[in-house]
């Protein structure tokens, strides 16, 4: 089931900020995760899989949805994802 959703890209979506909005979660090197969110432009360019390494740049805001467990949500600017090293590991 989860390769039908990724595959067809049914990502939850918000509208927050002004407008509608790809929902993701950022986990950075600790153990909290803070949602962040994409215009469709951004989440067009995304590969598809429920992963992906990334750097972004991105305004933080109080939480924006009343459900979310992180007092602060994320809007990405920038997005850069990162592929792995080629080459013999």
Avoid: F
Wanted: glycine share 12%.
């Amino acid at each position: 089931m989860t390769r039908a959703l990724v595959a067809g890209r049914h990502y939850q979506r918000r509208r927050v900020l002004g407008g509608a909005h790809v929902r993701a979660i950022w986990r950075g090197n600790g153990s909290a995760t803070i949602p962040a969110y994409l215009d469709g432009k951004g989440a067009a360019k995304l590969p598809a899989g429920e992963r992906a390494s990334a750097r972004m740049l991105a305004y933080v805001y109080p939480a924006l949805d009343q459900g979310e467990t992180h007092p602060a949500a994320l809007r990405v600017v920038a997005l850069a994802l990162r592929s792995p090293r080629p080459g013999p590991r």
